[in-house]
């Protein structure tokens, strides 16, 4: 399936928007989410970022966490999916934040 550019866009930035907002109502001191042209930083208190980003020329949201990274592909049903793996995008946020912080956290 080819994604339009602009489906791809409008896509990209709810999904980006949806984890942001999710951050944001942790209400949690010990995360910040910053969202700037497509990408969202996710800052802990330790000093570790997370990066996820919407990546217009493959038509993907890439995600780096420490030394593991993802790239999502939109499927058909409306999900970002990462295609190596099979990883959900909202799920494998959620998971390497939970990991992170020692404790369970659900985003989006």
């Not at 042209?37 to 890439?62: C, E, M, P, Y």
């Not at 499927?75 to 995008?89: C, F, I, N, Q, Y």
């Amino acid at each position: 399936m080819s994604l339009k550019e602009s489906k791809f866009e409008t896509e990209a930035e709810r999904a980006l928007d949806r984890l942001v907002e999710s951050i944001d109502d942790l209400e949690d001191d010990a995360l910040e989410a910053e969202l700037e042209s497509g990408v969202l930083s996710i800052r802990f208190q330790d000093g570790t970022k997370f990066v996820v980003n919407s990546h217009r020329a493959a038509r993907q949201i890439w995600m780096a966490a420490g030394p593991v990274a993802w790239h999502f592909d939109l499927g058909e049903d409306g999900r970002w999916v990462a295609s190596k793996s099979g990883d959900e995008l909202f799920s494998t946020v959620s998971r390497q934040t939970s990991t992170k912080l020692g404790r369970s956290v659900q985003l989006g």
